[in-house]
């Protein structure tokens, strides 16, 4: 099987414990200022392209930028694989202001581990590493200049929670042993670990984890190959039977303003918008020790925590 996404023996469950209600009318992003890291394509580039087109000032941060001219989106270009580029680039957005910042980034694992030019495992650094260091840049300072706003600043991040995936400790950056989808797989829990940790971390911040299924992106490059054979068949059948990311960004937007997800920090949701309950086994201690152990990864870049 092609990981193309967590195996799906575990089934996400439906959290049937509350709901958010859905507007009846469109929402409205004019006037909100937006952040989507990873920006530049699949999900990413459609949800800022979604939003700024209904008023939202965006800035997109990632490497090849696609859309100079497009009213409302400005560019930050950064090399996300690597940790010292991830905080450059979140010490440069304008935290206080800001009213959501989006993750999207992210690659699979190749068929042989491959090295960032900082000595991490690429698929670690790329989806799921750089997160937690522009998160320890940006939720100290996020919207400590906003006025008049409604609900809090608000962190979505989009992965596979839920999934069931746990998280492996003792090789996160894969070199005592490499297997493409195990590594991929800690990418997925870091990923969902992140947002409950961030929960209870910055009470002054809202955070929560989407989590989109199958979409025809350019995710899965780095395992296939770009321009192969093997990714045009693959991204083709992925095409014909899922969702595109435009029609994803369309469904999810109006859940990034719903009032009703301000009393639920930490909320993870599936590809319809709907609330699912966490992964099990992501306990206070584990979280804790997968955290310090990503932490520690980084510090061997030479970054440091923002609040040491």
């Given at each position: 099987?092609?990981p ?33 890291v ?13 939003m ?39 010490a ?44 320890d ?54 990923n ?36 192969s ?61 997968f ?13 440091q925590?923002?609040?040491?």
């Amino acid at each position: 099987m092609l990981p193309i996404e967590p195996p799906r023996a575990f089934p996400m469950k439906r959290d049937h414990r509350w709901n958010w209600r859905r507007s009846a009318t469109s929402p409205k992003f004019e006037g909100l200022d937006v952040a989507v890291v990873g920006g530049t394509g699949g999900i990413g580039r459609a949800l800022a392209r979604h939003m700024a087109a209904r008023g939202a000032k965006v800035t997109v941060v990632g490497q090849t930028f696609r859309d100079a001219g497009t009213p409302g989106i400005a560019f930050l270009q950064a090399d996300l694989s690597l940790m010292r580029e991830a905080r450059r680039a979140a010490a440069a957005l304008p935290a206080e202001r800001l009213d959501l910042v989006i993750f999207t980034t992210g690659i699979f694992a190749a068929p042989e581990r491959q090295q960032t030019a900082e000595g991490l495992e690429r698929d670690m650094a790329v989806s799921y590493l750089n997160r937690l260091v522009m998160l320890d840049e940006l939720a100290p300072r996020l919207g400590g200049q906003r006025t008049g706003a409604s609900a809090r600043p608000r962190v979505f991040s989009v992965g596979f929670p839920g999934s069931g995936q746990a998280g492996t400790l003792g090789n996160l950056n894969a070199e005592r042993s490499y297997q493409a989808m195990a590594v991929h797989m800690n990418t997925v829990a870091g990923n969902e670990m992140l947002v409950l940790d961030a929960a209870r971390r910055y009470p002054h911040v809202r955070f929560f984890g989407l989590n989109p299924g199958l979409i025809k992106t350019s995710i899965r490059d780095n395992f296939l190959g770009k321009g192969s054979l093997r990714s045009r068949v693959t991204e083709t059948l992925i095409g014909w039977f899922t969702p595109t990311a435009e029609a994803y960004a369309g469904r999810i937007a109006p859940l990034l303003l719903a009032p009703d997800l301000e009393a639920h920090s930490g909320a993870l949701f599936n590809r319809k918008g709907e609330p699912i309950v966490p992964s099990p086994g992501l306990t206070d201690a584990h979280i804790r020790e997968f955290m310090a152990e990503s932490e520690a990864l980084i510090a061997r870049t030479g970054i440091q925590p923002a609040t040491a």
